[in-house]
Every structure is written in C-alpha cells, then in structure tokens.
C-alpha cells in the first residue's frame, strides 16, 4: 500500500517523528535540525507538490502579503 505523506499521521503515538524516535531515540534531541536539513534538501517546490494540505497552507500564508 503506498500513502502521500500527509496521509501517514495516524495520531500523536504514530506521528512520523514518533516513528524515527522508536527506531533513533537521539532523534527526540535533534529532530528540530535534522527537519530543517531534511526539508532544505528535498525543497519547498516537490514538499508542496507531494503534499496539498501544505501547499494549501503556504498559499493562505502568501495570500496575507
């Protein structure tokens, strides 16, 4: 079965930051970096691509210039 990323949030236990901590514990300390770096290597373009409950988001926050 293949979910879209905004489709795998399931709840507060199951988060995907819940998921890599069960797995990396020392995520928990260090995923406030680690999601900056991994969002700046994928980029904003394929995020809001891959993920239209986000870019929805972006456009609202671009619509209040």
């Not at 406030?32 to 456009?59: E, K, M, N, Q, S």
Request: with cysteine.
């Amino acid at each position: 079965m293949h979910l879209e990323p905004e489709e795998i949030n399931e709840g507060v236990n199951t988060s995907p930051s819940k998921r890599l901590i069960n797995h990396i514990p020392i995520y928990e300390r260090s995923k406030t970096r680690v999601g900056a770096l991994a969002i700046a290597a994928i980029g904003l373009p394929t995020l809001r691509a891959r993920c239209p409950h986000f870019d929805d988001w972006i456009r609202q926050l671009e619509r209040l210039r």
